[in-house]
């Protein structure tokens, strides 16, 4: 430790240390320790470190070395500018949800009672509640549900870090819930023949029943097709996110099941199809 006083020389350390991890890991840990931006991250490299500046980052950076999820060791994740709790059991909010909640935003009434399915860490629903306050929507009833009770106990707490009135359900898919204007959901959608190609550090991490949708990764649709009528108010439309390679599948179903409705497909900023939005027409 003696030989380590700045910035830099604690990223050399970091190397060897978590020579297994990757860099932009290393730089992210370090970063949310100091409470440095990126830029600043950057340009501040022989900045000095106190001694528990230190003894913090090397016991953050052993757990790294040991394959733990940089957030998991903070604590928190970021989800479009909100910082979010997040605990093992709980999915970590990826970038790619946050588009999914734009497409939601440019539906969103003012009155519209609204489920966050399979909310995980609660991070769609505190995004959406405070985005909506922002452009001067209101009076939204807020619910969320998801299957585990690590889940729930999680959003709970952002949900009261947030200071918001959102009434929590367990439940599988939509089974027992009530009647609903919006359902917003990114549901578990990879393949089991997909586990292959995904990162190690995301399967030793990550809860298995929020990452994998059967052996097809259309288990949570072919359900929710079933129960979505039971569920949605009239006129009430959903939006859900899907992996970039089952559009084709989604709109086969979509178009057997649930051919009362109006099925959009969206796609992300780099062009992939990632999202589906439906309305129903009665």
């Known amino acids: 430790m003696s030989s380590i006083k700045t910035l830099k020389d604690l990223r050399t350390w970091a190397r060897v240390t978590a020579s297994e991890a990757r860099l932009e890991d290393v730089d992210y840990l370090l970063a949310e320790r100091l409470n440095l931006t990126p830029s600043e991250f950057q340009l501040k490299q022989d900045m000095q470190l106190t001694a528990d500046q230190i003894a913090q980052a090397q016991k953050d950076l052993r757990k790294l070395a040991k394959g733990n999820s940089p957030q998991y060791i903070l604590g928190y994740a970021w989800f479009f500018g909100y910082k979010i709790m997040v605990q093992r059991g709980v ?35 505190v995004a959406l509640a405070n985005e909506a306050q922002k452009s001067g929507l209101s009076e939204l009833t807020l619910f969320a549900s998801d299957v585990t009770d690590s889940a729930l106990r999680t959003c709970e707490e952002n ?21 609903f204007d919006k359902i917003i959901s990114n549901p578990p959608y990879i393949k089991e023949s997909e586990t292959s190609q995904m990162d190690e550090n995301v399967l030793q991490n990550e809860p298995k029943e929020a990452l994998f ?6 288990e949570f649709y072919q359900k929710f097709a ?10 009430g439309e959903f939006f859900l996110e ?5 559009q084709q599948q989604l ?12 099925i959009e497909f969206h796609s992300d900023l780099a062009g992939k199809p990632r999202m589906v939005a439906g309305r129903w027409n009665k």
């Open 91 to 125: 999915l970590i909010p990826r970038f790619e949800t946050e588009e999914l909640v734009n497409l939601a935003l440019s539906k969103l009434q003012t009155g519209d009672k609204v489920l966050d399915l399979g909310t995980g860490s609660g991070c769609i629903t």
């Open 159 to 179: 949900f009261l870090t947030y200071d918001l009135d959102v009434t929590v359900r367990k439940a599988n898919v939509l089974i027992g819930l009530e009647k």
């Open 213 to 218: 949708g059967g052996k097809d990764g259309l």
């Open 226 to 235: 079933q129960q979505v009528r039971e569920h949605l108010n009239s006129h």
């Open 242 to 246: 899907f992996g970039f390679s089952e």
């Open 251 to 262: 709109q086969e179903l979509f178009a057997s099941k649930l051919p009362d409705f109006t």
